[in-house]
């Protein structure tokens, strides 16, 4: 049973200190996106790549945040430094295509972030 | 920004009844899909329909789409208390088929 997984799946860290949350995707989905969700903003689209080239990533905050995809087996969101705000559930998603121009996505499980 | 929004933003009901979700989407798709979350958990994708579509079934599930009025409606029969969970619609560019917008969810209770 394919899952993406995510690790870790819970961090508590200060303000101020760096923080890596990786994924790794469904072997054979091209697509990776990187969300987060918080009770007031609902979900939001960070950043995605398609076949391992980042696409969109709009909805980061580039000063402090960073996605990469050393290869198709991992993706990685980097914040430094981390702030309160960033205080979230990030989720990973692998896609695929699955008809003409429909995809479909598979979350992990999740990292919920606790910046104090 | 939220593309979608759904509607009620909560909805209790009994088991056994069905269970109505609304979304709204602003502008034109090629698809849309419904994505359940239980708590403390990722996303799962429950359907798709096509915007060609009008009417979709997946077991207990039956999604509508009326792009005239770009709205989708989620009805699940039967509900059982496994079916407590919050529920996203999702909707994507038409440019770029891959990234999808998701709403603001309905969180359903069902009262055993």
């Known amino acids: 049973d394919a899952r993406v997984t995510q690790t870790p799946r819970h961090k508590v860290t200060e303000m101020g200190q760096e923080v890596t949350m990786r994924c790794q995707p469904i072997?054979?989905?091209?697509?990776v996106f990187w969300y987060r969700q918080t009770m007031m903003q609902g979900l939001e689209l960070l950043a995605y790549?398609?076949?391992?080239?980042?696409?969109?990533d709009s909805g980061m905050p580039k000063d402090r945040f960073s996605a990469e995809m050393p290869d198709a087996t991992l993706a990685t969101l980097k914040i430094q430094p981390s702030e309160p705000r960033d205080s979230a559930v990030y989720f990973c998603?692998?896609?695929?295509?699955?008809?003409?121009?429909?995809?479909?996505?598979?979350f992990g499980p999740g990292t919920r972030l606790t910046v104090t | 920004s939220q593309q979608g929004e759904e509607d009620p933003q909560a909805l209790s009901i009994q088991e056994g009844e069905n269970a109505t979700m609304n979304c709204s989407y602003k502008?034109?798709?090629?698809?849309l899909q419904w994505y359940r979350q239980n708590s403390g958990r990722g996303l799962v994708h429950l359907i798709l329909?096509?915007?060609?579509?009008r009417e979709k079934h997946s077991g207990r599930l039956r999604v509508t789409l009326d792009t005239s009025k770009k709205s989708s409606s989620l009805l699940i029969t039967a509900s059982r208390a496994a079916d407590t969970a919050s529920y996203f619609c999702?909707?994507?560019?038409?440019?770029?088929?891959?990234?999808?917008?998701f709403g603001t969810g309905t969180r359903l209770t069902i009262i055993p």
């Open positions: 998603a692998s896609g695929f295509l699955v008809a003409g121009d429909s995809y479909e996505q598979y």
């Open positions: 072997l054979g989905h091209n697509t």
């Open positions: 790549f398609r076949n391992r080239a980042p696409l969109d």
């Open positions: 502008t034109s798709i090629n698809n």
């Open positions: 329909i096509r915007s060609n579509e």
């Open positions: 999702a909707t994507d560019a038409q440019l770029k088929g891959e990234k999808l917008t």
